[in-house]
């Protein structure tokens, strides 16, 4: 593992804001490593149209609240980026969508948009990204239970967006829980790393600041979803500051009031029209074990949802390329339950 001086990184760190400044670079000096507030999300029967003119408009509304920011978005006829000046991105996604015919069972859809400084394609991590992956009804046949994800979200803010007001961060998710209907997912501290490429060559990187500060959430792509396609029941991956989980899965963890007699007053409840959203604390933490900092809300929520917490993988997990001897499906294990 790459060695990584923490107490230099610290004493720059004096507020969640200032994760924005930190920048951790590779062997070679490039940038490789940031860190902000990640969100994702995960979406059933993501091969129906309606469903993905949903992840469209969650692409759109990600690019308003920075539309000062976005500068490139990923077409479907190359594997480079193009800038989005002067361009209807949300127009040029949709006809793709459109052009799949009602018929086609094999075709999925994916969307992108990403936001450089200077407005040039860099081959590093950047604050302002999301992608949209929705699969095509063939891969159904996969899933275990139907109610289970075909369909994801993932999308990074600047950790010094919300200036000290973390309720900006409930307000986005709730707002994207009533457009975009999804079954769970979370909204927090997390690693901001390059897209476009796998998450095999960062992990040296990334994986030790995952086991020292357990608030940090790990941008695994897709990972997650294709490993727990074998789930007989509905599933999560994990918890954070925010927490959404749709009426189905809070039914099977007890309904509503079983819920807030567990984590009220540490916690907040806060639902919506499909499910409700866990808050873990007046604001996000990092968690920093070696200093024992005990993240008791978040440990409250992962407590409840446990039942829903998806474990039986393979020998693979959601950390590509691990060295020996650390074992990427005992390791995805040990972190899923870091607040156990």
């Not at 960062?202 to 897709?222: E, H, M, N, T, V």
């Not at 567990?262 to 996000?284: K, M, T, V």
Request: charged share 30%.
């Amino acid at each position: 593992m790459t060695e990584i001086d923490y107490n230099k990184i610290l004493s720059e760190f004096k507020t969640i804001s200032d994760l924005a400044k930190l920048t951790i670079a590779d062997k070679r000096g490039n940038p490789a490593l940031q860190f902000g507030f990640v969100l994702k999300l995960y979406f059933s029967h993501a091969y129906d149209d309606e469903v993905r003119i949903r992840l469209i408009r969650l692409v759109e509304d990600y690019g308003k609240i920075f539309s000062d920011k976005i500068t490139h978005y990923m077409p479907y006829d190359g594997n480079r980026l193009k800038p989005t000046k002067n361009f209807d991105y949300v127009g040029y996604f949709t006809d793709r969508m459109r052009s799949i015919p009602p018929e086609e069972k094999v075709e999925g859809f994916d969307a992108e948009l990403y936001g450089f400084s200077g407005g040039v394609d860099r081959d590093e991590p950047t604050p302002y990204h999301i992608g949209v992956v929705a699969r095509p009804a063939i891969a159904e046949k996969r899933l275990a239970n139907k109610d289970n994800a075909l369909g994801r979200l993932e999308a990074y803010f600047p950790a010094d967006w919300p200036q000290g007001d973390y309720t900006q961060l409930l307000s986005v998710l709730t707002r994207w829980a009533a457009i975009g209907r999804p079954i769970h997912g979370t909204f927090g501290l997390g690693l901001v790393m390059e897209e476009g490429g796998g998450r095999g060559p960062f992990i040296d990187l990334a994986f030790p600041f995952l086991k020292r500060f357990i608030g940090f959430d790990y941008p695994d792509l897709s990972l997650w979803r294709v490993r727990s396609e074998a789930a007989a029941t509905p599933v999560i991956r994990s918890i954070n500051w925010l927490t959404l989980i749709d009426d189905e899965r809070l039914r099977r963890v007890g309904g509503l009031d079983k819920i807030r007699a567990a984590l009220e007053p540490e916690c907040s409840i806060h639902s919506y029209d499909g499910g409700i959203i866990i808050q873990a604390g007046q604001e996000p933490r990092i968690g920093d074990v070696n200093r024992g900092e005990a993240l008791v809300a978040y440990r409250k929520v992962a407590n409840v949802l446990k039942p829903l917490r998806f474990e039986d993988f393979g020998r693979r997990g959601i950390f590509e390329s691990l060295p020996p001897p650390l074992d990427d499906r005992d390791e995805t294990l040990a972190w899923l339950r870091r607040f156990d």
